[in-house]
């Protein structure tokens, strides 16, 4: 639905960028529900280790990505300072982990340059492109596999 | 527009009631229980939909309900007598009729032969006893097997292409002397807007000599969609033989291009109602009114109303309106509401719930006295919302009659196809459970019935070998048994063949050949997906799927299903389902640092282990002495991945389980904080399922927990020993 997608990228369109292991990261401001400070999490057995836990959202049960170490860095050691980006994804709500938001962007299509060649196998997973803006390096990223793959339970141990 | 689909709905929502009575009352006759009620209360249901389907244009619908009306016109008159193969035939006709129901309402498959065939048969049953042919009208038509009319004038007219098309056009020096000068007569707006009127028309032609003439109101829309000025009767009239057409067409001179007119001669000389209608008439109210005051049949053919008993069509449209109104005449006590306002409703008491239980909270760490007013007023609160909590939730609460009721055509179909001899018993229709858990587990308990009619109940010259009668049992209970609804199917068959069972699994790779199971393990494997007994594939059964859907989606609702089978006695599948999915009781414990929730139905006692209880087996499992027994002990810190240490048995908390096939165990949790109802919180929804966790919920402290399926740890810990950490498998898997 509200995900990013190219086709979003043809117009001009408002992003939101954040801080992630020194890098600066963005996705579709259209995809972004809402941004709250870091509160504990109640960890969910048996999850892949970016995966935080779940917190309480106004009554639903929103899982917490931990994105850095979703995109191959090292886990994040939460602290009061960091938020949680509330993100909508294939109808989904998804919170993602962060250090802080940095910067609100209006770019437009063009902007958008190709990943470069170098970066990891799990980045390029997520990256749909760089932008160049003020001589800082913005990744932009696509949402839709930020959660584990498998929905389906992997538990039925016969 | 909007209106008419909201009656249209109506409709359709009356005619699911009306085909659950009229199935109800059925097998009531068919178990011999019904009474000349009984046989009334039939009548009026099917009547009722033919009226309703008549005022909407649904004639496929109408047609068929007529003639099975008909019938049982004649079976509650009593000129018909009752016989099983009767109501048999009544019984697949009901459910011919509830397909057409599904067809008119939203296109669902129809088996159009197979309802033409049901009319067919219908018509020849009422044909059956010659004295049963009541015809009220003199002018009923005399085809073999045409319906009688019924006290409403109501006949289904049969036509055929063959009248249309083969008869040459008529004129009037080939009319034969002895037959009947017909003419159709169809007033365009035109007619009327130029101060014709087709009574003077009509009554002129009376004057030519004796006619029979039928008024067609087929045509004539609902009140909303009615114009005024429009044109919406036509008229059939037969005259006698002697009259010449010119004359006729000299009455009609000045009208003649403000009408259709058609004149011919009938086919066949005692036939009055062979009307060239472009297409069927649905209703056509006939009166042959030669000696009547045209004023007075202008208005009772207009509506084909009769003052007494039951519903004529338009009765059943006003009703199909206004249905609250019926509610102020003492009848009917409920009403309808829209499901998404009562989910609404829950939703938000489930928010209340945690809101209160937070306040209670806060108040307690504010440090405010339990006996201060403050407190006592919290205390009511909460009694408050738990009892809006409950109410809530019993909107939702459905007995599962309906559902049970379907079960009995399946049986039906079921038993036709495979050509055995079936009886289904049921008990404890009675039994409310929330309505999608009712609504969910009608595919799985289809699935059931036939499996235990296709593959559990041997073939009738088995059974008789073997002793037993020859009609076989499929029995269907429901019961609630400690806050869950327990539903049973089993069949009094050959039970499972396990060595068959075996060597199916072994030649599919399910199981090692030399592998040792048990008879239960043995007869789980018919849960594992891509099992399928049936050496070919059957009609009745799926293809390919099999008890491992039915598994899935009982487990999707929070139940589990359990089979038992005795060689020779029958199969015995139990399904253990939820009464809500919103709401569980349950026990808040501490793993690791960890809150968790035990379902408290599953939980048998708890206990604090002492040293000499706890015995090591093997070199990772622990088992506790309880009474003499040794049940296994789960660390559930470990098994959820939460630590990797054992947890210290002396320092912890075993909580006794039992699980789907009522085998013990003990969880070993850090310490126990309470007893608390929680609101069921789906992970699904934005996350996935998560192995050994059934849900999520909310604390009173504002804080997500996770509910464990005490079964799936249970089983998983099981299949987990000796192997290497869970964890690590699901790290890997992902």
Redesign the interface.
């Known amino acids: 639905m509200m995900h990013v997608s190219e086709k979003d990228m043809t117009a001009n369109s408002e992003l939101i960028a954040f801080r992630l292991g020194g890098q600066e990261f963005c996705v579709d401001i259209m995809s972004v529900r809402d941004i709250r400070g870091w509160t ?10 970016y ?1 935080k ?4 959202l106004r ?5 917490v990505i931990d994105l850095a170490a979703r995109l191959g860095f090292r886990p994040t050691e939460p602290t009061a300072r960091h938020v949680i980006i509330v993100t909508q994804v294939n109808n ?3 919170g993602l982990l962060v250090e802080a938001v940095s910067d609100i962007l209006t770019i437009n299509a063009g902007a958008i340059q190709p990943t470069p060649d170098v970066a990891s196998d799990l980045a390029r997973l997520f990256m749909r492109g760089v932008l160049a803006i003020e001589g800082r390096m913005i990744s932009l990223i696509s949402l839709d596999c930020v ?9 039925t ?2 | 527009m909007d209106t008419m689909a909201a009656i249209k709905q109506t409709f359709f929502q009356e005619c699911e009631e009306q085909l659950a009575e009229l199935e109800n009352g059925l097998l009531a006759i068919e178990r011999q229980e019904g009474d000349l009620e009984t046989i009334n209360a039939v009548f009026r249901a099917v009547h009722s939909i033919k009226g309703g389907a008549g005022a909407f244009g649904l004639d496929d619908l109408v047609r068929f309900a007529h003639t099975f009306e008909t019938t049982l016109d004649l079976m509650r008159s009593n000129e018909l007598e009752i016989t099983t193969g009767l109501i048999k035939l009544m019984l697949r006709a009901a459910d011919g009729l509830a397909d057409l129901v599904r067809f008119s309402r939203d296109g669902a498959d129809l088996d159009r032969a197979r309802i033409a065939q049901l009319n067919g048969e219908l018509a020849r049953a009422a044909k059956g006893e010659p004295a049963a042919a009541a015809e009220p009208m003199p002018a009923a038509p005399a085809i073999a097997d045409e319906p009688a009319a019924d006290e409403n004038g109501f006949v289904p007219i049969r036509f055929s292409l063959d009248d249309l098309l083969g008869e040459p056009a008529p004129s009037a020096d080939e009319t034969p002397a002895d037959a009947p000068l017909t003419v159709r007569f169809k007033p365009k707006p035109e007619l009327y807007a130029k101060a014709n009127d087709a009574v003077v028309l009509l009554r002129e032609i009376r004057r030519l000599g004796e006619a029979k003439i039928a008024c067609d109101t087929s045509e004539i829309p609902l009140l909303t969609e009615l114009d005024p000025e429009g044109a919406y009767l036509s008229w059939a009239v037969e005259l006698d033989p002697a009259v010449q057409e010119a004359s006729v067409r000299e009455i009609f001179e000045f009208v003649v291009f403000d009408c259709d007119l058609d004149i011919g001669i009938a086919p066949e000389p005692v036939s009055a109602t062979i009307l060239t209608l472009p297409e069927p008439p649905s209703t056509v109210a006939e009166a042959a009114f030669a000696p009547a005051p045209v004023q007075q049949t202008e208005t009772a053919t207009v509506i084909p109303l009769t003052p007494e008993r039951d519903l004529t069509p338009t009765e059943s449209l006003i009703k199909a309106g206004q249905t609250q109104q019926a509610a102020a005449g003492g009848q009917q006590t409920t009403i309808r509401v829209d499901l998404d306002r009562v989910d609404r409703l829950i939703d938000l008491v489930g928010e209340l719930v945690i809101n209160q239980s937070m306040l209670a909270q806060r108040v307690m760490e504010a440090g405010i006295a339990r006996l201060s007013e403050v407190a006592v007023g919290l205390d009511d609160l909460e009694h408050l919302t738990r009892e809006i909590q409950d109410s809530v939730m019993a909107i939702r609460a459905q007995p599962v009659r309906p559902i049970f009721q379907r079960m009995s055509r399946v049986v039906r179909e079921v038993a036709d196809m495979t050509g055995k001899s079936v009886r289904l018993v049921t008990e404890g229709e009675g039994c409310e459970v929330d309505k999608t858990v009712i609504e969910r587990l009608a595919d799985p308990l289809t699935h059931m019935i036939r499996n235990a009619i296709d593959h559990g109940l041997e073939k009738p010259e088995d059974r008789l070998a073997a002793g037993k009668p020859e009609q076989g049992i499929v029995r269907m209970t429901a019961a609630h048994r400690s806050g869950r609804v327990i539903i049973e199917v089993s069949d009094d068959g050959a039970g499972i063949n396990r060595a068959r069972v075996r060597e199916i699994a072994v030649k599919k790779g399910l199981v090692e050949a030399n592998a040792q199971l048990s008879d239960s393990e043995i007869d789980d494997l018919i849960f594992h997906p891509g099992f399928s007994t049936a050496s070919s594939i059957s009609d009745v059964s799926g293809r390919g799927v099999g008890m491992d859907v039915v598994k899935r989606s009982i487990q999707a609702l929070g139940g589990r299903i359990s089979i038992t089978s005795r060689p020779g006695r029958g199969t015995v599948f139990t399904l253990s389902l939820p009464l809500t999915l919103a709401v569980l009781d349950g026990m808040v414990v501490t793993v690791s640092g960890q809150t968790l929730v035990v379902p408290l139905t599953a939980i048998v006692e708890t206990l604090q282990p002492k040293k000499q209880d706890v015995h090591g087996l093997g070199d990772t499992s622990r088992v506790i002495a309880i009474r003499g027994s040794f049940i296994p002990l789960i660390d559930i810190g470990r098994e959820l991945g939460y630590r990797h240490e054992e947890a210290d048995p002396l320092n912890s908390v075993a909580i006794m389980v039992e699980s789907e096939n009522r085998s013990q165990s003990a969880l070993l949790v850090d310490g126990i904080i309470g007893q608390q109802q929680v609101v069921i919180k789906s992970l699904e929804t934005n996350y996935g399922h998560v192995f050994g966790v059934a849900a999520a919920t909310i604390l009173g402290d504002g804080r997500v927990a996770v509910i464990l399926d005490v079964d799936a740890v249970v089983a998983g810990s099981r299949a987990d020993a000796g192997r290497s950490d869970i964890s690590n498998r699901k790290r890997n898997a992902a």
Request: proline letters at 15%.
């Open positions: 504990q999490t109640t960890p969910l057995p048996h999850s892949p280790e995966v836990g779940v917190i309480n009554g639903s049960v929103l899982p989904q709500s998804v959660l584990p793959n498998s929905t389906e339970s992997a538990g141990v016969h």
